[in-house]
């Protein structure tokens, strides 16, 4: 049942060009049934008018599907609810007096725009180089031309589900974004309409996440933890075989 | 096949990490294992054994070879990954959790760095140095290196050193040889998965098995 | 003003065929001089930039997310339609031409709808082609699934990710341009104002959100999908920063906005828990298959729901509509929800939710087969509520979800300025009064990849459109009056925050211009707006600077247009004395309290234009024809 809380803030604070600093900041009487970024939109009001700028967050469907939002909350990315983003965590996970630390998502391709706010272009770029099938429209056969074994639509589905949050970067100890790729080259790899490219996908996606400074797996599995939409590392896995196989192949 | 892609993209600098690594795996360190518990039989056996493989000189030169091209292929592997790592995370959080990740996976380069080191002295102890002692076997004069070895490890301080690095050498083994499979392309699942836990008593076993002659000779002079 | 909507001549089912051999063309080797600007990137903006980057045309897009793939097209949950027919269930082309003008209660416009379902075959063809993974059957085969109390099953869909997979989808076709150098991406950018000259739409003024740098971009046409504007009531289903701004400058600087009075009121939502409540959350309309609906007989009753004995419920969809029930739709089930509420019997802590009940379906069902369905809504709900939704009954209440006016667009769906075209949720066409479930993902699609790709040309290829620079007069002024509003805002200091005017003005329209309207309620609104726009000028507090990351700034800047918009809206439904669809009149209805519609004098496009802000807007009557469809009183009895 609803209660109220009271939770001490530590935010990271950055202004752009400038290095940051945590910053302490009390939010009183939080409704237990409040979302987190209600708490946030609570916090920011009461600093607008005792005249301090407010916490900069990036938010936007609330609904966990859009990818906007993010942030290391105590430690962990998204807070500590499992499969669970940042806009779906709900402060009945904290208690009366607890300290919470927010910080940006963190990895060197991942810099800091202001507050918690950070740059994830690199992951818009990295799609940019195959995350697609290169169809014109118009060019489509009838869709049920190619019946489509329901297990690999599953399987592709699951990979498609990313959010695009960046997540599995910041939670990952060598900021690598595979677990990004390779959710986007297994979504195809899964589909017969992705088998044309699939080679030059693979080799691509990787060749731009690597020129973009993203770091290497090291098989920690920890994205995995981190991804608010469950994505397996089985995804990695098939990556890999995508990737090695393709390096292989001298035919693209 | 594109070269610099194979070999210097991320995952084709990790293939080669796992191929060199497991190439020392499977033509070194098994072997190796094999000839240390032939210590547990005396002398007479493991001094022939050690007679036999000089005999085998071309055999275990090619070995050899094939073992300082895998180490430094497989070092300058590691340091560029390592490297680009580090870089990639060039600021921290300041609260991190790491429900994951195992404490084998976080000291790869540590322990990868100390089984560097150990090979260094562990080929000045026993390959560089000569046996200082001969003895006659089956009417043949062979080095007495089952005695070079138990007189090294009447020290102290040099059976902690080996079994320091027995330890480096377990979580080395035991992140690693799950992690090559899943370079690999094999699906090695987070929870309940067979492999991690084979993986993880092959590198128990092994490490275990190379600590026993320097126990043994410790403690059974 | 005059407006033409350019219905092409000829039979209902040849108009679209018929329409694309008369346009005309724009050589291949010309595409390259002309230049596009699109604005939005959700299904309707991405789509229509990536298809007119693969003709050939320069484009240039713009989104105020980081990404393209953040636009909140990728929170539709429930399916698109098609009119494949694969279930062989008798579904055709014109049967889904027919639902959708009926299910529009007669205030569309039937050639536009027309082409709506003509191409959403090819649209799911083409969807299919880029590896969207839509759900499929044991054979392989696409699986179809009925929606919205529609009795045909057309509806696609991706588990409850139908509009994420679309997204993604017209994201990559985007992405795939971008790579090409086809379309150039502006992420970050807000459009501030639309640029006119001698009549001509031909370009923007955009808004760097993290510098703040103020930039011109000129371009031989504007295409704007920038989405609904239901976010004017404060509290909706869209996301944070959905607004209104682009339509509303376009309509300032000469475009018609349409019918803005028509928001679909969505029945099945998350109740509100708090005043510091952000936005609602929709839970699938698919829920109401199997879920039951009631609220307590007695008023007051606070028993917890399971102990509330089976005679002391009041099922009452099923009791007032026993042919429909449960899946009456969107807008009868949202003011039957309200009207047990406003009798006192609602629910929760606030009163204004009622039960969805899913206990007989578990006990008929089993529980596995409610959670193969639902499963992932379920959680959801436990995540918002901490309530378990297989052992306590879901509480749920309408919320604002779409809004089926907005700019008024002819068949080419070109607004009344010339070269300004509006795409998906932002223009006024498909929908009517009232939008059906599965119909908004693809509107947005068949705008973009379809329609547009092959009417613009028509504008490019004939109008004369003189080369400007972005020195022109007209691009300083625009940049001027945005930089203006800007530091004004920065400089007005008050005491109340931006999020606190919005919320007032929103509780406002929600309660006198929500569910149920009635001429008094809306004159009342029409007087209180000015108040508290005034009030916004004179006391809104928004700290920061112009020239660095100021979402505050932002906010402030789209909330300034909703306080305009809000009068436009209510204008129309104090005009528009008949209820239809959305629209309730509480003066317009029949004995047993439905929905009345007025066709002999209401049936037409309520078409407003600008006359500045201090003087009535003048309305245009587009008048409907209804050749194919006859009018008929809906019934759901």
């Excluded at chain 1, 900041?25 to 939109?41: C, G, K, N, P, V």
């Excluded at chain 3, 009535?616 to 759901?636: A, D, G, M």
């Amino acid at each position: 049942m609803a209660e109220k809380i009271n939770v001490t803030l530590k935010v990271w604070r950055q202004n752009q060009g400038e290095e940051g600093e945590f910053k302490i900041y009390q939010a009183q009487d939080i409704d237990t049934e409040a979302s987190f970024l209600e708490m946030m939109d609570i916090v920011n009001e009461g600093l607008t008018l005792s005249g301090i700028e407010p916490i900069a967050f990036e938010d936007d469907c609330r609904e966990g599907i859009c990818g906007c939002c993010g942030a290391v909350v105590n430690g962990k990315t998204h807070g500590s609810h499992e499969r669970t983003t940042l806009c779906q965590l709900h402060m009945r996970k904290f208690k009366n007096n607890d300290q919470i630390v927010i910080e940006p998502f963190r990895a060197k391709p991942f810099q800091v725009l202001k507050d918690l706010i950070v740059d994830r272009s690199g992951l818009d770029a990295i799609i940019c180089e195959g995350g697609y099938v290169d169809v014109k429209t118009g060019n489509a056969p009838e869709a049920a031309t190619t019946p489509i074994k329901r297990a690999l639509a599953e399987a592709s589905m699951d990979a498609a589900q990313c959010i695009g949050c960046g997540a599995c970067v910041a939670a990952c100890p060598n900021g690598s974004a595979m677990l990004f790729t390779a959710a986007k080259v297994s979504q195809y790899a899964l589909l017969p309409q992705g088998h044309p490219e699939r080679a030059q996908r693979a080799t691509n996606m990787v060749n731009k996440m690597d020129e973009l400074g993203f770091g290497n797996c090291s098989n920690e599995y920890e994205c995995a933890v981190a991804c608010p939409k469950g994505i397996d590392v089985k995804n990695i896995a098939r990556l890999n075989r995508e990737f090695i196989k393709a390096s292989l192949m001298s035919e693209k | 096949m594109n070269v610099k892609q194979t070999f210097f993209s991320s995952i084709g600098q990790k293939v080669v990490l796992a191929t060199s690594g497991l190439i020392m795996f499977l033509l070194f360190l098994i072997p190796h294992m094999g000839g240390n518990i032939l210590f547990l039989f005396g002398p007479d056996l493991f001094n022939s054994y050690a007679a036999h493989l000089h005999q085998l000189v071309p055999i275990v030169i090619g070995i050899e070879v094939l073992m300082l091209v895998s180490i430094i292929v497989h070092m300058e592997a590691a340091t560029r990954v390592t490297l680009a790592n580090w870089r990639a995370r060039d600021k921290r959080h300041s609260l991190k959790s790491t429900p994951e990740r195992s404490l084998a996976a976080r000291l790869m380069p540590y322990s990868g760095g100390m089984i560097f080191l150990f090979i260094v002295k562990h080929l000045l102890d026993f390959t560089i140095a000569a046996p200082k002692e001969q003895i006659y076997l089956n009417g043949h004069v062979v080095n007495d290196v089952y005695g070079m070895v138990y007189a090294q490890f009447q020290h102290t301080g040099e059976v902690l050193f080996y079994l320091l690095f027995m330890v480096a050498v377990g979580f080395h083994l035991s992140h690693a040889l799950q992690s090559t499979l899943q370079t690999y392309g094999l699906y090695i699942p987070r929870k309940g998965s067979k492999i991690k836990l084979i993986s993880m008593l092959v590198a128990i076993g092994m490490a275990g098995t190379f600590a026993i002659i320097p126990i043994r000779a410790y403690l059974f002079y | 003003m005059k407006l033409d909507s350019k219905i092409p001549d000829g039979p209902m089912a040849e108009k679209w065929t018929n329409h694309k051999f008369n346009v005309k063309l724009v050589n291949p080797s010309n595409k390259r001089k002309h230049s596009v600007i699109v604005v939005g990137t959700g299904l309707a903006g991405a789509s229509a930039a990536a298809t007119m980057a693969e003709l050939g045309y320069v484009v240039e897009a713009f989104t105020y997310s980081d990404s393209p793939r953040r636009a909140h097209s990728i929170a539709a949950q429930g399916g698109i339609n098609a009119a494949k027919n694969y279930p062989n269930d008798g579904d055709s082309v014109f049967r889904l031409f027919h639902d959708t003008v009926k299910g529009g209660d007669f205030r569309s416009r039937e050639a536009n709808v027309y082409r709506l379902a003509e191409v959403s075959n090819q649209i799911i063809d083409h969807c299919v082609a880029q590896g969207i993974p839509f759900a499929r059957e044991y054979g392989g085969y696409l699986d179809n699934r009925s929606f919205g109390g529609a009795q045909v099953s057309r509806t696609f869909y991706a588990r409850g990710q139908t509009g994420q997979q679309l997204l993604i989808g017209a994201y990559g076709a985007l992405s795939k341009e971008i790579k090409k150098g086809g379309v150039t991406m502006h992420v970050r950018s807000e459009v501030l104002d639309v640029v006119v000259i001698d009549g001509q739409a031909r370009g923007i003024i955009s808004r760097n959100l993290v510098t703040g740098e103020l930039t011109r971009h000129v371009a031989d046409a504007v295409v704007l999908a920038t989405g609904g504007y239901g976010n004017v009531y404060f509290l909706s289903t869209n996301a944070m920063a959905c607004n209104a701004s682009a339509a509303w400058r376009a309509y300032k600087k000469g475009a018609a906005f349409a019918n803005p009075c028509y928001t679909q009121i969505h029945p099945t939502c998350i109740p509100m828990h708090g005043e510091y409540q952000s936005k609602l959350t929709l839970m699938s309309e698919s829920l109401r298959n199997d879920g039951r609906i009631w609220v307590p007989k007695a008023k007051g009753d606070n028993r917890p729901a399971n102990d509330i004995p089976e005679e002391e419920r009041d099922y009452y969809l099923e009791r007032k509509y026993p042919s429909f029930g449960n899946l009456v739709p969107r807008d009868l089930a949202s003011r039957n929800a309200k009207q047990v509420c406003d009798e006192g019997r609602g629910v929760g802590s606030t009163g204004n939710a009622v039960y969805l009940d899913f206990a007989d379906a578990i006990k008929r069902l089993g529980k596995d087969v409610i959670e193969s369905k639902y499963g992932n809504l379920f959680e959801m709900y436990e995540r918002i509520t901490d309530e378990d939704p297989y052992t306590t009954p879901m509480r749920i209440f309408p919320a604002v979800h779409y809004t089926m006016g907005g700019l008024w667009v002819d068949y080419n769906l070109m607004t009344s300025v010339p070269g300004l075209y509006a795409l998906g949720e932002v223009n006024f066409s498909d929908h009517g009064a009232n939008r059906l479930g599965a119909s908004a993902l693809m509107q947005g699609l068949a705008d973009g990849y379809f329609v547009l790709p092959n009417t613009i040309n028509d504008y490019l290829a004939s109008a004369e459109i003189p080369k400007v620079g972005t020195d022109h007069a007209a691009f300083a002024e625009a940049e001027a009056e945005a930089q203006g509003k800007l530091d004004k805002l920065l400089a007005v200091n008050g005491s109340r925050t931006v999020d606190d005017f919005h919320r007032e003005l929103g509780q406002l329209l929600w309660e006198n211009c929500g569910m149920g309207r009635n001429a008094k309620a809306l004159k009342e609104a029409l007087e209180k707006i000015p108040q508290i726009r005034e009030a916004f000028w004179k006391d809104v507090n928004v700290l920061g600077s112009a020239a660095d990351l100021n979402q505050a700034l932002e906010k402030a800047n789209r909330v300034a247009d909703f306080m305009e918009f809000a009068e436009l809206m209510v204008k129309d439904a104090l005009d528009r004395a008949e209820s239809c669809g959305g629209h309730f009149r509480e003066e317009s209805q029949t004995d047993e309290g439905e929905a009345l519609r007025n066709d002999d004098e209401f049936a037409y496009v309520a078409a407003w234009e600008f006359q500045g802000l201090e003087n009535e807007p003048l309305l245009h009557k587009e008048e409907l024809v209804f050749e194919e469809v006859k009018l008929s009183q809906r019934s759901y009895k």
